[in-house]
């Protein structure tokens, strides 16, 4: 039987750990040839290339490069072509995620969350744009609900996966018809490495304001990316709230 990605490479930015491995891990299952993107995760980046090439052979590759570096991403393009010979989807998935309050921003932080959650995004889609549309692939972003729904002192992250929304949008327009360009808001997904995160409290209010009341998996995000790559033909510009329904509640 013909899986449904079968023939097709994805690139998957941030691919190492996490959401970005999950949705390597949907997507090979799903027949893909994947390209796993790092920045700092060699050990798991590499581990995770190996697990999925033991599945089948020759299947998956690994590409170190800073995001925020002009040249990475034609560079990490370039290498996805030349370990499989093509890119049929691109999926947008590497973030940086800290706090930022009003009078304790600078510019490194600004550089750094709006480069790696929309910058970066934008140019590695300019990069793999003649080869999706010669491919007529898609790109997925990851964005978040709190592109909509602002977290307190996250003001530059807010503002940042806010553009990555609009992007997404922009692109479908620029890269239609040829090319489809969608995006995943995860919610409460996992909870992220920061000491505030771990508090009990923290996680409570968080859930209680969430209706299916319960934390997501990251194959919640994957199964979604899944659909848009390979059964949603006819959607493009749209973006998916993935979050238990907590963007629908006060």
């Not at 299947?59 to 996805?80: F, I, M, Q, W, Y």
């Not at 600078?106 to 549309?133: C, H, M, V, Y």
């Not at 807010?158 to 692109?171: F, M």
Request: hydrophobic residues 45%.
């Amino acid at each position: 039987m013909k899986l449904p990605l079968q023939n097709k490479t994805v690139l998957v930015t941030g691919g190492a750990r996490r959401v970005g491995a999950a949705i390597c891990r949907r997507l090979h299952a799903a027949g893909a040839n994947v390209m796993i993107h790092y920045r700092a995760s060699a050990t798991e980046a590499r581990a995770l290339a190996k697990a999925l090439n033991a599945a089948r052979a020759g299947s998956a590759a690994c590409v170190k490069g800073d995001l925020l570096h002009h040249e990475t991403p034609r560079a990490v393009v370039a290498a996805c072509l030349a370990e499989f010979g093509r890119l049929d989807v691109l999926v947008n998935n590497a973030s940086s995620f800290y706090a930022t309050p009003v009078g304790k921003m600078n510019e490194r932080a600004w550089s750094d969350l709006i480069g790696t959650n929309l910058k970066a995004p934008l140019f590695i889609a300019q990069a793999a744009a003649a080869e999706l549309k010669r491919r007529r692939g898609s790109i997925v972003n990851i964005v978040d609900i709190h592109a909509e729904l602002p977290l307190k002192d996250y003001v530059i992250y807010t503002i940042a996966k806010g553009g990555l929304a609009a992007l997404t949008r922009s692109l479908a327009r620029e890269l239609a018809p040829a090319v489809r360009v969608n995006g995943v808001s995860p919610g409460p997904i996992m909870w992220p490495d920061a000491d505030i995160w771990k508090s009990a409290q923290t996680r409570k209010n968080i859930l209680d304001r969430t209706p299916l009341k319960r934390v997501g998996e990251p194959d919640d995000i994957a199964r979604a990316v899944e659909f848009l790559i390979g059964s949603a033909p006819y959607v493009t510009g749209q973006i998916i709230a993935v979050d238990g329904g907590r963007s629908i509640a006060l």
